[in-house]
């Protein structure tokens, strides 16, 4: 249910890293068989003429640090100078996305890890996926 990826210094470091893990695993039950392209093939075309949405809902941003903020509207200008095209995009129904996201994890947890998991702490996971997924749909209906 987790997704791995590098976090390295540098762009090209992280590609580097990415065509080391990408590429299928046996042992990954949603792993897919197909050919990994070269990831570094794409850096030296710069930005120019890139597409970047920006989230414009407060969920995406409402949580942050004055100094992150600050952080992401100068690289967003940067991004901008070196003719990338930044626009606001808007997913009306994102603030549903976390109680969505936990009654999915949580009801796909308990499944695909049930035969590990004590009686108690089945019925708890059970009884907790039910609440937020009545939550999920009171949200729904009201949005």
């Known amino acids: 249910m987790d997704t791995v990826g590098p976090v390295a210094r540098t762009v090209e470091d992280c590609a580097i890293t990415f065509q080391a893990i990408a590429g299928y695993d046996s042992e990954d039950p949603y792993s897919w068989d197909t050919p990994v392209p070269d990831y570094r093939l794409g850096l030296s075309g710069g930005v120019s003429g890139l ?4 989230l414009k809902e407060k969920v995406a941003f409402g949580n942050l640090e004055p100094q992150t ?3 992401m509207h100068t690289a967003i200008d940067q991004l901008k100078s070196l003719g990338a095209i930044v626009e606001d995009v808007s997913i009306p129904s994102v603030e549903c996305a976390g109680v969505a996201s936990k009654c ?3 009801m796909d947890g308990g499944y695909l890890h049930h035969e590990r998991l004590k009686l108690g702490l089945k019925n708890m996971i059970t009884t907790q ?6 939550e999920y749909l009171r949200q729904r209906n009201h949005t």
């Open 129 to 134: 996926g039910f609440a937020l997924s009545q």
């Open 51 to 54: 597409k970047i949405g920006v």
């Open 104 to 106: 999915i994890t949580d």
């Open 69 to 71: 903020l600050e952080a």
